[in-house]
């Protein structure tokens, strides 16, 4: 019996370090059942253990999700290489691990998680709608003008008589992008206190969801499916699937994607000269408490690189979503296998240190170049590159400048307790999210 269970460990641990990692990029030694998914936990939300990983095995590395491996690109140079000159086609696959589109949604439907045939026509046909809403017309600027008009209500509301109030931004924000979302979708937003009670719980869902979809028992689940059973797991899937069943999947990614970028353009440790920065700049360029539109955007230099670092630090998805190989491919010295998981790390590439000196530093001034106009700098990389590139990145743009540039026209923001700054941690999730925290804001005008 012995002499059996040490052949047995002897054959797995031959297939575990050896055998399945023989015909992929170097990388992180995988524990046999959860890979290197305690690594990533044990620094979450993962962006220090990717930059380890980058620098000891390469900018093309092989990492473990269970039994899954992913071959993990982070160079920028190398990522606009494959995923969009040589390879665009063959690496628009999307990966999902295991059975995970069964376990959540009952078979491959939607655009975010399908790929082939199915994929361009929805991809296709959501680009359509999109036109028609009036995406890139001035239609789609109304609609956002409207929900921001609302919000600004809201808020001066809450000043009441006085010039200077605390508050807890997050709310405010979040259901005003996802009123703008739901205006498209489903023709109305959440305006009375009924609606903002409905909304709370349904983003509540989603928040809980975003953590749970990239937590390691759930994935662990997706992979070995008879594991479900455990105890420990029954319950996660259990809680997971009454959240998942609340929530479409399209309302997942607006209302936290969105809701994130600008929550954190708050919530992060500024330098006071940054909003001082940006209340000069505001007030030699627009002057009043008019309504900034789409067409002062070239005006408003420092705004713009504002938002693009704030994009660049908040850095939203520490894992790309996975990419899957449509065909055999070579990458680098490795001929990658058809249908193997491959990951443009687009967030190795705004923290890379070569590109960004002084990376986890604010600093929209290197999005400025010597003569005062805005660098384009095609490193920064928030809505990912190649052929499954955020499809809402002309409607996230637009909401995040006319969100922005009109809440510092009319606010000055200032924490509570200077000495005692809001935390900077992250949320772990598919996309992170901050920590709830309150400040001042302060009437402009
Ligand atoms: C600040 C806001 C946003 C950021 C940073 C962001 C970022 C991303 C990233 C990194 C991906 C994965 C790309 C890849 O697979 O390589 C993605 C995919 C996607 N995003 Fe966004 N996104 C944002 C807002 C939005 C909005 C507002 C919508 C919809 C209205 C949206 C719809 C999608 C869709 C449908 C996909 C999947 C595209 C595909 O698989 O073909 N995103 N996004």
């Given at each position: 019996?012995?002499?059996?269970?040490?052949?047995?460990?002897?054959?797995?641990?031959?297939?575990?370090?050896?055998?399945?990692?023989?015909?992929?990029?170097?990388?992180?030694?995988?524990?046999p059942?959860?890979?290197?998914y305690?690594?990533?936990?044990?620094?979450?939300?993962?962006?220090?253990?990717?930059?380890?990983?980058?620098?000891?095995?390469?900018?093309?590395?092989?990492?473990?999700?269970?039994?899954?491996?992913?071959?993990?690109?982070?160079?920028?140079?190398?990522?606009?290489?494959?995923?969009?000159?040589?390879?665009?086609?063959?690496?628009?696959?999307?990966?999902?691990?295991?059975?995970?589109?069964?376990?959540?949604?009952?078979?491959?439907?939607?655009l975010?998680?399908?790929?082939?045939?199915?994929?361009?026509?929805?991809?296709?046909?959501?680009?359509?709608?999109?036109?028609?809403?009036?995406?890139?017309?001035?239609?789609?600027?109304?609609?956002?003008?409207?929900?921001?008009?609302?919000?600004?209500?809201?808020?001066?509301?809450?000043?009441?008589?006085?010039?200077?109030?605390?508050?807890?931004?997050?709310?405010?924000?979040?259901?005003?992008?996802?009123?703008?979302?739901?205006?498209?979708?489903?023709?109305?937003?959440?305006?009375?206190?009924?609606?903002?009670?409905?909304?709370?719980?349904?983003?509540?869902?989603?928040?809980?969801?975003?953590?749970?979809?990239?937590?390691?028992?759930?994935?662990?689940?997706?992979?070995?499916?008879?594991?479900?059973?455990?105890?420990?797991?029954?319950?996660?899937?259990?809680?997971?699937?009454?959240?998942?069943?609340?929530?479409?999947?399209?309302?997942?990614?607006?209302?936290?994607?969105?809701?994130?970028?600008?929550?954190?353009?708050?919530?992060?440790?500024?330098?006071?000269q940054?909003?001082?920065?940006?209340?000069?700049?505001?007030?030699?360029?627009?002057?009043?408490?008019?309504?900034?539109?789409?067409?002062?955007?070239?005006?408003?230099?420092?705004?713009?690189?504002?938002?693009?670092?704030?994009?660049?630090?908040?850095?939203?998805?520490?894992?790309?979503?996975?990419?899957?190989?449509?065909?055999?491919?070579?990458i680098?010295?490795?001929?990658?296998?058809?249908?193997?998981?491959?990951?443009?790390?687009?967030s190795?590439?705004?923290?890379?240190?070569?590109?960004?000196?002084?990376?986890?530093?604010?600093?929209?001034?290197r999005?400025?170049?010597?003569?005062?106009?805005?660098?384009?700098?095609?490193?920064?990389?928030?809505?990912?590159?190649?052929?499954?590139?955020c499809?809402?990145?002309?409607?996230?743009?637009?909401?995040?400048?006319?969100?922005?540039?009109?809440?510092?026209?009319?606010?000055?923001?200032?924490?509570?307790?200077?000495?005692?700054?809001?935390?900077?941690?992250?949320?772990?999730?598919?996309?992170?999210q901050?920590?709830?925290?309150?400040?001042?804001?302060?009437?402009?005008?």
């Amino acid at each position: 019996m012995l002499w059996f269970l040490g052949l047995f460990f002897l054959l797995l641990c031959f297939y575990n370090f050896y055998w399945k990692r023989r015909l992929l990029p170097p990388g992180p030694i995988p524990l046999p059942l959860i890979g290197n998914y305690h690594e990533v936990e044990a620094n979450p939300p993962g962006y220090t253990t990717f930059d380890k990983w980058r620098k000891k095995y390469g900018e093309i590395h092989t990492f473990w999700l269970a039994e899954t491996p992913v071959v993990s690109i982070n160079d920028f140079n190398l990522i606009q290489k494959y995923f969009v000159k040589e390879n665009s086609d063959t690496l628009a696959g999307r990966m999902l691990v295991g059975r995970q589109m069964e376990i959540q949604r009952g078979g491959t439907f939607g655009l975010i998680f399908v790929d082939g045939v199915q994929w361009r026509e929805h991809r296709r046909f959501a680009l359509q709608v999109f036109r028609n809403f009036g995406m890139g017309r001035g239609l789609m600027e109304e609609k956002i003008q409207i929900e921001i008009s609302n919000m600004f209500d809201d808020i001066n509301e809450a000043f009441g008589n006085s010039k200077e109030i605390t508050i807890e931004p997050s709310p405010l924000f979040e259901i005003t992008v996802a009123n703008i979302i739901n205006q498209l979708l489903f023709g109305f937003g959440y305006h009375d206190k009924k609606g903002k009670q409905e909304f709370s719980k349904v983003k509540d869902c989603i928040a809980k969801m975003m953590r749970f979809a990239c937590s390691p028992s759930i994935n662990l689940i997706y992979s070995f499916y008879p594991l479900r059973h455990l105890p420990f797991l029954k319950q996660k899937l259990a809680e997971f699937t009454e959240v998942e069943q609340f929530i479409s999947n399209y309302c997942q990614k607006q209302v936290e994607t969105h809701k994130t970028a600008m929550k954190n353009s708050n919530g992060r440790k500024l330098d006071p000269q940054d909003y001082e920065k940006i209340h000069t700049e505001l007030d030699s360029v627009i002057g009043s408490d008019r309504r900034i539109t789409l067409a002062d955007k070239n005006s408003l230099i420092y705004v713009n690189a504002f938002i693009n670092e704030v994009q660049r630090s908040v850095n939203l998805l520490p894992m790309n979503l996975l990419h899957k190989t449509l065909n055999d491919v070579q990458i680098g010295n490795y001929l990658i296998k058809k249908d193997t998981a491959i990951v443009p790390q687009i967030s190795a590439v705004m923290f890379d240190e070569k590109i960004f000196p002084e990376p986890h530093k604010f600093k929209p001034e290197r999005f400025i170049d010597a003569k005062g106009e805005l660098k384009k700098v095609e490193e920064l990389v928030p809505f990912s590159i190649g052929k499954r590139q955020c499809l809402g990145e002309s409607l996230a743009r637009m909401e995040l400048f006319l969100f922005v540039s009109n809440f510092y026209n009319l606010y000055k923001v200032a924490p509570i307790d200077p000495t005692n700054l809001p935390s900077l941690d992250k949320i772990p999730g598919v996309t992170i999210q901050p920590k709830q925290f309150s400040c001042n804001f302060i009437k402009r005008f």
